[in-house]
């Protein structure tokens, strides 16, 4: 990529993350963005069709790093406790950024996103598994779950909450022995 561009979505992306840290995504405006940014209008949308695009943009990275970091989807199956460590130590890393991203009204969407992107992972080395629905639900209830059993309980330790999903999550083994 041409190191202006580089440089130019730079300057969009921080303007946004800075606006975004400030106010609800449907309260930014392009011309704001602009702004901070230091571009024209003409060269935002010369990247993104509105500010939804960019949020959406913004997102899929965030997610594509949270689930590049984990080094072992299949272990949703083969050790649900292990994943749900690895998934967390994942959403950690990128957690100030996230917590801004996918603040207020898009909260979440980051465990639906987590959890079509380990499913396609998975799905990608084990085709087969794709239309198993107790899979299927199993996998939901274990990001879903632990994603919002996380975040719903912050006034605890994040290594103490952790632990206890892992726990939980441990215990949903048996339905997934066939699998393994």
Do not use: W
């Amino acid at each position: 990529m041409d190191l202006r561009i580089e440089k130019t979505e730079k300057s969009i992306k921080n303007a946004f993350i800075e606006l975004r840290a400030r106010k609800p995504l449907e309260k930014i405006t392009v011309k704001e963005l602009c702004s901070i940014a230091r571009i024209n209008k003409s060269t935002f949308y010369s990247h993104y069709r509105d500010i939804y695009d960019l949020s959406d943009a913004m997102e899929a990275e965030i997610v594509e790093a949270v689930t590049n970091s984990i080094s072992h989807p299949e272990y949703i199956i083969e050790n649900p406790a292990a994943f749900t460590q690895e998934l967390f130590v994942a959403y950690l890393s990128q957690s100030s950024l996230t917590d801004t991203v996918f603040s207020g009204n898009e909260s979440s969407h980051l465990a639906s996103r987590i959890e079509d992107s380990v499913k396609k992972l998975l799905f990608e080395k084990h085709p087969g598994l794709q239309e198993d629905m107790i899979l299927n639900i199993v996998l939901s209830y274990c990001i879903q779950g632990a994603y919002h059993a996380f975040r719903g309980n912050s006034r605890y330790e994040s290594d103490k909450k952790i632990a206890v999903i892992s726990s939980i999550t441990e215990n949903i083994r048996p339905l997934l022995e066939d699998y393994e």
